[in-house]
């Protein structure tokens, strides 16, 4: 299974109205984790966003996290980091890249 395929049927997990999954890899391009989009309780609207929990859970050791968005029929959507996620990204050396369908 492709990095991209992994992405999509992570994605689809989701249960946001957003379907985001990510992947952080190591400099050397090695997978370090999946994660995808997931409410939180503590405020209306509010979610862990994917990126923001593979920070949590392996901070430095990313080099550089990938996106995907799908729809709620699977198909692939643009999508950009939020500017949260972006600062967090910057602050550590992070590089966010977007995964586009085709």
Do not use: W
Not at 8 to 24: D, E, Q
């Amino acid at each position: 299974m492709t990095i991209k395929e992994k992405l999509h049927r992570t994605a689809l997990k989701s249960p946001c109205t957003y379907k985001v999954s990510a992947i952080a890899l190591t400099k050397k391009g090695n997978i370090l984790g999946y994660s995808y989009c997931n409410h939180r309780f503590n405020r209306y609207g509010g979610g862990i966003h994917a990126e923001q929990a593979l920070i949590k859970r392996y901070g430095s050791r990313i080099d550089t996290i990938l996106i995907m968005r799908v729809n709620k029929n699977g198909g692939i959507l643009p999508i950009e980091p939020c500017e949260v996620c972006s600062k967090l990204a910057d602050k550590l050396g992070i590089k966010i890249k977007s995964i586009m369908g085709g």
